[in-house]
C-alpha cells in the first residue's frame, strides 16, 4: 500500500514539475516576443515554415471532406425531400466542427510535429546551448517567433479549409448532383449566422492554435538531446496536441451552445 501511495506521489510531482516547466517556457515566449522590426522577419520565416507550407494538405483534404459530406449529405436529406438544405448541412457541419477540428488536426500533425522535431534536433546539437553561452536568448530567438507564427497561422488555415470545402461541396451539390444553384447559396446565406457560426468556429481555431503551437514547443525544448528523445518528443506532440484539441473542442461547443 505504501508503495503505491509513494507509486502515486512520484507520478503526481512529476506531472506537476512538467506542468510547471510548461507555463514557464509559455510566459517566456509571451515575454520574450520578438521586436516588430528587427524579430518581424522571424516571424515571416516561420509563418512560412508552419504555414504556407501546410497549405497543401489543408486544401486537398477540405476538398475531398466538402465532397464527401455533401454525398452523404445529399444521400440522406433526398429521402426526407430536403434536398434543398444541403447547403446549410455543409455549410454548418464545416464552419461550426469539421473546420476547425480538421484543420487543426491536421495542423498539429504537420507543423507541430516539425516544430518539435526541429527544436529538439537543436537541443540535440547543442545549438540552444551555444545561442545561450553567446548571450542569445533562446526563447526570444528559437520559440518565441515558431509559438507565435503557430498561434497565427492556424486560424487563416481554418478560413481557407473552410472556404475550399464549401466550394468543394457546392461542386458536388450543384454540377454533380443537379441542386439548384440559387437555392444552393441562399439556403446557405438565410442559415448560417456570422457570429453564431463562422465566428465560433474562427474562436476555435485559436485556441486550438494556441495550445498545439505551445504544446509542440514545449516538447521540442524539453526533450532529451538524443535520436530516440527526438522521437519521442515529436510522437508526444502529435498524441497530446490531438486529445487536446478534441477535448477543448467539446467544452467550447458545450460553452458556445449555452449549455453551460
Known amino acids: 500500500m505504501l508503495t503505491m501511495v509513494q507509486s502515486l506521489g512520484r507520478i503526481s510531482i512529476g506531472w506537476l514539475q512538467e506542468i510547471g516547466a510548461s507555463f514557464l517556457i509559455l510566459l517566456g515566449a509571451l515575454l520574450r516576443k520578438p521586436r516588430?522590426?528587427?524579430?518581424?522577419?522571424?516571424?515571416?520565416?516561420?509563418?512560412?515554415?508552419?504555414?504556407?507550407?501546410?497549405?497543401?494538405?489543408?486544401?486537398v483534404s477540405a476538398a475531398f471532406i466538402g465532397m464527401v459530406v455533401a454525398l452523404q449529405g445529399y444521400n440522406t436529406l433526398v429521402k426526407f425531400g430536403a434536398s434543398?438544405?444541403?447547403?446549410?448541412?455543409v455549410a454548418l457541419s464545416v464552419a461550426r466542427e469539421l473546420g476547425p477540428v480538421v484543420a487543426a488536426l491536421l495542423f498539429a500533425g504537420r507543423a507541430g510535429s516539425a516544430l518539435t522535431a526541429e527544436i529538439a534536433l537543436m537541443k540535440a546539437t547543442d545549438q540552444l546551448a551555444g545561442m545561450s553561452m553567446m548571450a542569445v536568448?533562446?526563447?526570444?530567438?528559437?520559440?518565441a517567433p515558431r509559438f507565435w507564427a503557430g498561434f497565427l497561422s492556424l486560424p487563416m488555415l481554418t478560413i481557407i479549409f473552410d472556404a475550399v470545402a464549401i466550394y468543394s461541396a457546392f461542386l458536388v451539390g450543384v454540377k454533380w448532383l443537379g441542386l439548384d444553384n440559387g437555392i444552393f447559396w441562399s439556403n446557405m446565406q438565410a442559415t448560417?449566422?456570422?457570429?453564431?457560426?463562422i465566428i465560433n468556429g474562427?474562436?476555435?481555431s485559436v485556441v486550438f492554435?494556441?495550445?498545439?503551437?505551445?504544446?509542440?514547443?514545449?516538447?521540442?525544448?524539453?526533450?532529451?538531446?538524443?535520436?530516440?528523445g527526438m522521437a519521442a518528443a515529436t510522437t508526444r506532440t502529435v498524441v497530446y496536441a490531438s486529445l487536446m484539441i478534441l477535448g477543448l473542442d467539446f467544452?467550447?461547443?458545450?460553452m458556445m451552445m449555452g449549455s453551460w
Open 36 to 59: 516588430p522590426l528587427k524579430g518581424l522577419s522571424l516571424i515571416i520565416d516561420q509563418l512560412y515554415a508552419v504555414g504556407v507550407l501546410s497549405l497543401v494538405i489543408i486544401v
Open 84 to 89: 434543398s438544405e444541403l447547403g446549410p448541412l
Open 137 to 143: 536568448d533562446p526563447l526570444k530567438r528559437i520559440i
Open 192 to 197: 448560417v449566422n456570422f457570429y453564431g457560426d
Open 202 to 204: 474562427v474562436i476555435k
Open 209 to 228: 492554435g494556441f495550445f498545439v503551437t505551445w504544446i509542440a514547443v514545449y516538447q521540442g525544448y524539453q526533450s532529451e538531446p538524443t535520436s530516440e
Open 251 to 254: 467544452i467550447l461547443t458545450t
